[in-house]
């Protein structure tokens, strides 16, 4: 039955299916322009995304070049010059002994292929029984089924959970403010998560496991949590000892996002795998890629010859062209300068203004990457009532005052609480970085007046 438009005023299936946002219409640099002229602030690049900003003029540029050169080729006859391009500047140099690139439209995608190259691998070594993967609770890796099944995000699995692969089991997550009890030193922290880790490989059976799946820094399921120090180095150990592979998700803090070109330069250590996505292209096409060891691909290309898996837009050279020219703009600007420099700046912000604040438990984070998190009691760092949906309320006071930022949390599964996430453009001025805490102050007190 036909149902009429105006019951829902838009065909397009939005996130609500109850209500319709506003249309952007338009974008300058760190802000985003809406139908009515409203400016907002793009404090966190939409979810971590638009590491440029919008709009730029080489990103443009670059597009249209290839676009009156040639959009689309299908990759089971042509590569493309950008995608060539691309590759030779993301892995010529074989960054950690990553040697290869495999261009896909997101981050999910870039998941998928990272678990099914793993299983590959593992098929073409000699070892099939190798089909059990170890990630984290309270992480996400991705929507669709195999990205889901990594995930340890318990209300996103509901729904789906007969659907989802039984071969990936949860740990710990390297939570500190959350999981670090008070008497328990960082360090030993760290060597809990490890045992935990390692238990979990030996109730598996370490034969059986191909790979342990995190991100360096947690995004959108935390709130910008980086793991204590030596925490990498530890899960990279025990890998290393069974046997297993290392995959990295660095969907949303790669990519220069936490002040290195890869988050993992900052841990010591390197992945057998890593995924990227939003940065890569920053929002100017759809775009993500898995980086493989030389390695692995060697092994399959020893072996099969083919990595078993693929689709349509791989490799699309308009999305190529345009993540050719963010990551440019990005090492000839010196962008990750800027990041640092910001990022401390936004750091030293946020603690001078909520450092002191009575429903502030937590400011973490890294580069331009932040998150506050949002608590009832800083004394025992309860949330607040998932019901109370305070997150939402953060974003919808937060958009009133014309900053986009990216508020989460408040479920009543493992996800702990309410947080806001940052991430502004590497462009953000020192004035833009000072707006956007300002404005989030503004947003985060008239959310909790609304509430009580
Ligand atoms: N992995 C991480 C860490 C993410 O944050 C996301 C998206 O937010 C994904 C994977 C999935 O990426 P996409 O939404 O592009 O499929």
């Known amino acids: 039955m036909a149902v009429p438009l105006a019951a829902h005023k838009s065909r397009v299936m939005h996130r609500s299916l109850r209500e319709t946002p506003p249309k952007a219409v338009g974008g300058e640099g760190v802000w985003l322009i809406g139908e009515d002229g409203h400016r907002i602030l793009d404090s966190s690049g939409g979810a971590a995304v638009s590491c440029l900003g919008h709009q730029h ?93 990594a ?5 996103r699995r509901e729904p789906y959970a007969p659907l989802l692969s039984p071969s990936f089991s949860h740990v710990t997550p390297a939570f500190a403010y959350h999981e670090k009890r008070d008497d328990e030193s960082e360090a030993a922290f760290v060597a809990r998560l490890a045992a935990e880790l390692e238990a ?36 990279r150990e025990i890998c290393n000892r069974h046997g297993a592979l290392l995959i990295l998700d660095e969907v949303m803090c790669g990519m220069g996002r936490t002040g290195t070109l890869h988050a993992w330069e900052q841990e010591g250590i390197s992945p057998d795998i890593q995924a990227v996505a939003k940065g890569l292209g920053g929002g100017y096409q759809p775009i993500g890629a898995m980086l493989a060891s030389g390695n692995i691909v060697g092994t399959v290309r020893n072996g099969s010859g083919a990595f ?56 973490r984070g890294r580069g331009l990457f932040w998150g506050i ?28 005052g014309g900053l986009g ?19 502004p453009p590497y462009i953000a001025t020192s004035g833009d970085i000072d707006m956007i805490v300002e404005r989030l102050g503004v947003a985060v007190d008239s959310a909790l007046k609304d509430i009580g």
């Open 57 to 149: 003029p080489r990103i443009l540029a670059a597009i249209a070049k290839q676009a009156s050169k040639l959009a689309y080729a299908h990759t089971s006859f042509f590569s493309s010059e950008p995608a060539e391009e691309l590759a030779e500047r993301l892995v010529g140099h074989e960054p950690g002994g990553l040697g290869y690139v495999y261009f896909v439209s997101g981050g999910s995608e870039a998941i998928e292929a990272s678990i099914k190259l793993a299983r590959q691998y593992f098929i073409e070594r000699g070892e099939p029984k190798r089909a059990r993967f170890i990630a984290r609770r309270q992480s996400y890796h991705g929507n669709t089924l195999g990205a889901l099944s």
């Open 151 to 155: 995930g340890g995000n318990a209300w």
């Open 200 to 235: 979990e490989f030996q109730r598996l059976g370490p034969e059986n496991v191909a790979a342990f799946i995190a991100e360096p820094v947690v995004g959108a399921t935390a709130g910008c949590v980086p793991a204590p120090e030596g925490y990498f180095k530890a899960v």
């Open 373 to 400: 998190e949002l608590v009832a009691d800083r004394g025992t760092r309860q949330s607040f009532d998932p019901k109370l949906k305070l997150h939402q309320r953060i974003k919808s006071a937060a958009f009133a």
């Open 405 to 423: 930022c990216y508020p989460s949390g408040g479920t009543a599964d493992g996800q702990r609480g309410d947080h806001v996430l940052l991430a």
């Open 308 to 363: 078993q898996h693929g689709h349509t837009y791989l490799a699309h050279p308009l999305a190529c062209a345009a993540a050719l020219e963010v990551q440019k703009t990005i090492a000839e600007e010196k962008l990750l300068d800027q990041v640092k420099e910001r990022g401390r700046q936004l750091e030293q912000r946020l603690v001078e203004r909520f450092g002191n604040h009575r429903h502030v438990g937590d400011i």
